[in-house]
Nanobody, 117 residues
């Protein structure tokens, strides 16, 4: 079993910053891609950023220039530094790991990010 646990969400004012973390535990094996997705009420889950193993990160247009994804392979962790937050960034943020030769997707339980004055 693989478990992903996110942390770091919360309430922040517009223009503020948050750093999300996601830790994986269990029978992890090879991690191909680590990523962050988000889902706002009434919307579909969407990609925020992902970082394939040994490759450069990909960002949604809405995240470019403001968010930075990074990974620590030794610790099986992924981070999302979010700066210049906007009300439209408010959502539940989920981390995602793609594991193993079968490229199975695993998801965390989500962490709420609220951007409001």
């Amino acid at each position: 079993q693989v478990q992903l646990v996110e942390s770091g969400g919360g309430l922040v004012q517009p223009g503020g910053s948050l750093r999300l973390s996601c830790a994986a535990s269990g029978s992890i094996g090879s991690v191909y891609t680590m990523g962050w997705y988000r889902q706002a009420p009434g919307n579909q889950r969407e990609l925020v950023a992902k970082i394939p193993r040994g490759a450069t990160p990909n960002y949604a247009d809405s995240a470019k220039g403001r968010f930075t994804i990074s990974r620590d392979n030794a610790k099986n962790m992924v981070y999302l530094q979010m700066n210049s937050l906007k009300p439209e960034d408010m959502a539940v943020y989920y981390c995602n790991f793609v594991l193993g030769i079968m490229r199975l997707n695993y998801w965390g339980q989500g962490t709420q990010v609220t951007v409001s004055s």
